[in-house]
């Protein structure tokens, strides 16, 4: 991959670092070092220390010029970088200077929107009491401790944020090629759609996509199939629809049948030889654990020898991660014989809880991790199975679901390292008549 520095620049407040961790999930070469502005303006506060605006200002002056050197010192090794920053002119032609003489490339990601939803985060930040203090103050010495955060002298309010939004051209900053994402609303950003753009501007031959299309390619449509959970939960799904699912599943030798719960019982008497799967407060996941228990013991008795259950999303926005751990435990204990799979929604989840989530589904004994319900906003994404995968390794297995489609996105997901695939796609189709 050619030499690239990626500018992560726009407003304050606008998901720079998240969306810094979801470029670097995609690539597994380790080579995106970080050279981060905020992180030597921190050093520079606690060694130095100000006390009042003007000698802020000449500390994060003299921080911005080691932050220069220190990039430079970086380009001349060659690695590829990423650095996240609200820049502005200030910036624009050293920056310009340092890419030029060390034969990098820029790709400026520049993420803009609405001011008043950009406040309303910037603060929440800034009285966060994991944020540095000299961000808010304008007297600080290192243990300065402030009890209130929201009496901070230079918090940030709407007027400064979108006069020093136009003043400084944060949302107009651009350096070599630029695309711009609106994040104004984050639940509703297409992330895997933008990430693709990245990646085809980065050609990096080290993608996940592009090792997991290599290891996908060489598994042959008997494996493939083996690891298919065939899939019908649509709530207008009829007998005789769950009838031909499970008859094709069989005759494929696909891993199961997906089917609803009020299905298992019939399915199970009609074919004792296949393996089913059902769902478990599905697809919102906010049912209490003990009615989760209650319906995975229900469908157990039925038939399903595999249960698929929907974790809190409510519990995952307050990374309460025991609570998630306990309420997957409860399933587990009540159908300690069946498979248990525990979907996460990965479309709803930030970057920096996949891992932890990770550790709670396999702290409470469950078998599989899966991605997605297929009622989300998106379905499974390759880097997340192997993220997933890697941070496992095989001792909690992954099932990609949501969006798979052709025998080509269940070689990529394979190859990611999903041991099971849930899929809606019929087995004739993808693989041809048996």
Request: charged fraction near 25%.
């Amino acid at each position: 991959m050619e030499k690239t520095l990626i500018l992560l620049a726009g407003p304050p407040a606008t998901g720079k670092t998240d969306l810094a961790d979801r470029i670097k999930a995609r690539h597994t070469s380790e080579s995106f070092l970080s050279v981060s502005l905020d992180d030597v303006k921190e050093e520079y506060w606690d060694t130095y220390g100000f006390n009042n605006a003007e000698e802020k200002a000449q500390v994060d002056a003299s921080a911005l010029q080691e932050w220069f050197r220190r990039l430079d010192v970086a380009m001349a090794d060659g690695p590829q970088i990423m650095c996240d920053y609200p820049f502005s002119a200030k910036q624009h032609d050293r920056l310009a200077e340092l890419a030029d003489k060390n034969g990098y490339r820029v790709l400026t990601i520049r993420l803009v929107a609405d001011p008043v939803m950009i406040s309303k985060r910037y603060r929440a930040r800034d009285l966060k009491p994991t944020r540095h203090l000299a961000h808010i103050v304008t007297h600080y010495h290192k243990g300065d401790v402030l009890e209130d955060r929201s009496k901070g002298d230079d918090l940030v309010d709407l007027d400064i944020l979108v006069d020093r939004i136009k003043n400084r051209g944060y949302d107009t900053f651009e350096l070599g090629h630029t695309i711009e994402l609106d994040v104004t609303n984050v639940d509703t950003v297409d992330y895997p759609g933008f990430l693709a753009k990245v990646d085809e501007y980065l050609d990096d031959p080290s993608s996940v996509a592009t090792i997991a299309a290599k290891a996908g390619a060489e598994l042959t449509d008997e494996n493939l199939c083996s690891r298919i959970d065939y899939t019908l939960l649509k709530p207008t799904a009829t007998w005789d629809q769950i009838d031909a699912i499970c008859a094709e599943a069989f005759e494929y030798g696909c891993a199961s049948a997906c089917i609803p719960p009020s299905y298992i019982a019939r399915a199970h008497k009609v074919y004792p030889d296949l393996a089913l799967t059902t769902v478990v407060a599905f697809p919102l996941g906010y049912m209490t654990s003990s009615a989760k228990a209650a319906e995975a013991a229900d469908a157990y008795a039925n038939g399903a020898s595999e249960i698929d259950m929907v974790i809190d999303q409510g519990m995952v926005k307050a990374r309460d991660y025991q609570a998630i751990e306990d309420d997957i435990r409860a399933v587990r204990e009540a159908v300690p014989n069946a498979t248990l799979k525990v979907i996460v929604e990965t479309c709803y989840l930030a970057q920096e809880t996949k891992r932890p989530i990770c550790h709670a589904v396999e702290a409470a004994g469950a078998d599989f991790i899966k991605t997605s319900t297929g009622f989300g906003t998106a379905g499974a994404q390759v880097e997340d199975v192997y993220l997933f995968a890697q941070e496992l390794g095989g001792r909690v297995k992954v099932k990609a679901s949501g969006g798979v489609r052709t025998k080509e996105d269940l070689a990529l997901m394979s190859g990611a390292g999903a041991d099971r695939i849930g899929a809606s796609a019929s087995p004739r189709k993808l693989f041809g008549t048996r």
